[in-house]
């Protein structure tokens, strides 16, 4: 049978044994808000590079009359609205 022996270990030793840890010095990218903003920051300026490369004119149906504007004009519009509905939907579950 396969498995984990403690020979010699009562208990009560493991559990003194498991839990006598020396406190770890945390890191400052430990911290979540931290590890949020910088996934926020990397995924920001890859979006933003993606959008101002995009340049060229593009026709746009807006429900019923056609817009033709910018690419990048569009996708900075897709981005704002994207951000802005993250940001509703963590506001809601916050509460």
Do not use: K
């Not at 010699?8 to 890191?27: I, K, L, N, Y």
């Not at 149906?61 to 910018?70: D, G, K, N, S």
Request: without cysteine.
């Amino acid at each position: 049978m396969l498995g984990v022996s403690h020979i010699g270990v009562r208990g009560d030793d493991m559990a003194r044994v498991t839990h006598e840890r020396e406190p770890q010095a945390r890191s400052f990218f430990h911290h979540p808000l931290v590890r949020r903003a910088v996934g926020f920051l990397i995924i920001t300026v890859i979006a933003l590079i993606f959008i101002f490369q995009n340049t060229t004119e593009t026709s746009i149906q807006l429900l019923v009359p056609v817009v033709t504007m910018p690419l990048w004009g569009a996708l900075l519009i897709a981005w704002i609205l994207g951000l802005l509905a993250s940001l509703l939907t963590i506001r809601r579950r916050e509460r």
